[in-house]
């Protein structure tokens, strides 16, 4: 069976670009960074597991719409983040998504089309935040894992980084409109690299590569849960 491993050409300048701080983003970074501080008093441990340069998925829980800018202020390195497709069309919030790194993706199907963008970042050196619930938790507690993010992993052949948020739903889930206080603490496990399910994947049948995209994924979920 030919092999699932995706084979993305030449990275363009602009995904090159994509793993590193522009100016805009090296703005929203310190607002987010000085915000998580001085409202939340957020603890940071352990983002050295976090590969200073090079492709790497971040694999988070996701409780509260603080998320992305919480990891984003928390990395020392710049974050590729997903977003609505239909954002890029505003006028000067697409330009801010776009200097933010944002990847556009279409959330009614267009599931080919986000995965290439995903794994040409990735392949441009970038670093990109991935949600293995797909969407916030209703309850606070973590959600089982999508498969996406498995086959995700798969064919980018990026380490994956485990990271755990506690506090923000607390402070905005989902039921409520603005943000409250609280404390924020960012958890960051050790790099997964999932080497022999990747060398599995490349002859399996199709039957159980679906299932090797789930075990992945419900491997980082259990990291996630484990910090």
């Known amino acids: 069976m030919e092999s699932p491993t995706a084979?993305?050409?030449e990275p363009t300048r602009q995904h090159r670009l994509a793993a590193r701080m522009t100016w805009t983003y090296r703005t929203a970074w310190w607002l987010a960074r000085l915000s998580a501080r001085w409202i939340y008093r957020t603890r940071i441990?352990?983002?050295?597991h976090i590969p200073a340069v090079g492709p790497v998925i971040l694999a988070s829980n996701h409780a509260s719409l603080a998320d992305p800018p919480l990891i984003g202020g928390s990395v020392p390195r710049a974050v590729n983040f997903l977003a609505r497709d239909t954002l890029f069309d505003i006028p000067l919030l697409g330009w801010y998504i776009r200097k933010l790194n944002a990847v556009p993706v279409n959330r009614e199907g267009g599931g080919g089309a986000g995965l290439k963008a995903i794994?040409?970042?990735l392949q441009g050196g970038a670093a990109i935040l991935l949600f293995p619930e797909g969407t916030r938790t209703h309850d606070g507690r973590l959600r089982p894992a999508r498969s996406g993010i498995g086959l995700t992993v798969i064919k980018s052949g990026?380490?994956?980084?485990?990271?755990?948020?506690?506090?923000t739903f607390e402070a905005w889930g989902r039921h409520q409109r603005l943000p409250g206080r609280g404390r924020f603490?960012?958890?960051v496990g050790e790099p997964l690299q999932f080497e022999a399910l990747r060398a599995e994947a490349r002859t399996c049948d199709k039957e159980r590569l679906k299932a090797i995209y789930q075990e992945v994924a419900d491997t980082i979920m259990a990291k996630i849960a484990e910090l």
């Open 119 to 121: 794994l040409d970042r």
């Open 45 to 48: 441990e352990h983002v050295e």
């Open 7 to 9: 084979t993305p050409g």
């Open 158 to 167: 990026a380490p994956v980084v485990p990271i755990r948020l506690h506090g």
């Open 185 to 187: 603490r960012v958890v």
